[in-house]
């Protein structure tokens, strides 16, 4: 039994770091999309890119579907989700920030530019720049991007120390 314990906890910490590395391939490939819109919206970039983090992992086409993740292998396939989410009235999320349908239906961005990685990136980064002016540079601000605190405060509290912990991880590796 013992044994048995010790093969899983191995394997566990394998895909860990595993995991753990492609994270830090992806961040790598698409840091250079984030340095122009945080410089312009003055957001730290290191705040953008833990958001990205949480929210996408950094998967370009991930999009979240009234709560459930898929992970489409192209731009393609992610726009046809997306708009089967968009003509089916659904609450989506789309792109390496995870911009919001609200968002997209708001100022009628075409799904198709949003998917972008770099649009995609310079609408979360503007996003959180509206939130940061509102709130302050602050915890409540990064809450806010991801949860209204007034509808669910725990969940935007928990979103902000998931962000720290992002933040700390990002710091660490440099």
Known sequence: MKTLCFLLMLCCCSLSSVHAAALQDRQQALDPLFDDPCARYQVPKVLAL?????????????????????????????????????????????????????????????????????NNVRIGVWILAQEIRRHGLNWKAVAYYHTPLHRNPERGRAYARAIVTHVRNILGNK
């Open 50 to 118: 833990a958001i990205a983090r949480q929210e996408s992992g950094l998967h370009p086409w991930i999009i979240n579907i009234s709560g459930r993740d898929v992970r489409p292998r192209s731009k393609d396939e992610a726009l046809r989700y997306a708009q089967w989410a968009l003509r089916a009235g659904r609450s989506f999320d789309v792109g390496v920030m995870q911009v919001n349908v609200y968002w997209i239906r708001k100022y009628g961005w075409p799904l198709e530019q949003v998917l972008e990685p770099a």
